[in-house]
């Protein structure tokens, strides 16, 4: 579901999942027909958790080439591993190679959820959920590894519109919507909303002007956020 507003009125957008059990004489009754007082319904909640085996350690470089500088801003970002689960904090590793004539004022991470809504159309919604950044500067021809650490809640972002959360029951509290894992034959629009995650990596990097004229370039690295396996006596 998509978490409203606090001013937010009606139901909200996403996808309930029920179980549904009736008694009737005919076996050609279609579902819609049959009578409310012979049937019952049990609202559930779908709880999607990690697969057994981790994917490969996530990682990415990129590289910007900016005028009067001979050679680039190189970054490297990379993870400790694959899948995180709900409340586990996440260190991103960041490492800046600065080879231009230019001054990386700022080193800005981010955890962005990205939520296709599939019920009625298609779109996508981005939307941070966890921020950390360092002032640190990395000056010409130099150097820097810094390891920054994120921890994506639900606590942090209750009053944020259009946030995608995995479902509740009645009052029960929840958490950030769990990356979607679509098994091959499924249909996407029975979810309803698919959801990823990915590290977004954006550098403030000086302009001849100085502070007028700074520019920003990015990176992103994907990982899933997931409920560990109930049989995880770790977890």
Known sequence: ???????????????????????????????DKISKKSSVRLLIRKVQHAPPEMGPQPCAEAAWQFFMSDKPLHVSVTLSKEIYFHGEPIPVTVTVTNNTEKTVKKIKVLVEQVANVVLYSSDYYVKPVATEETQEKVPPNSTLTKTLTLLPLLANNRERRGIALDGKIKHEDTNLASSTIIKEGIDRTVLGILV????????????????????????????????????????
């Open 196 to 235: 990823s995650y990915h590290i977004k990596v954006k550098l403030t990097v000086s302009g001849f002007l100085g502070e007028l004229t700074s520019s920003e370039v990015a990176t992103e690295v994907p990982f899933r956020l997931m409920h560990p396996q109930p049989n995880d006596p770790g977890k």
């Open 1 to 31: 579901m998509l978490q409203p507003a606090p001013q937010d009125v009606g139901k909200s957008c996403g996808v309930d999942f029920e179980v549904k059990a009736f008694a009737t004489d005919s076996i050609d009754l279609e579902e």
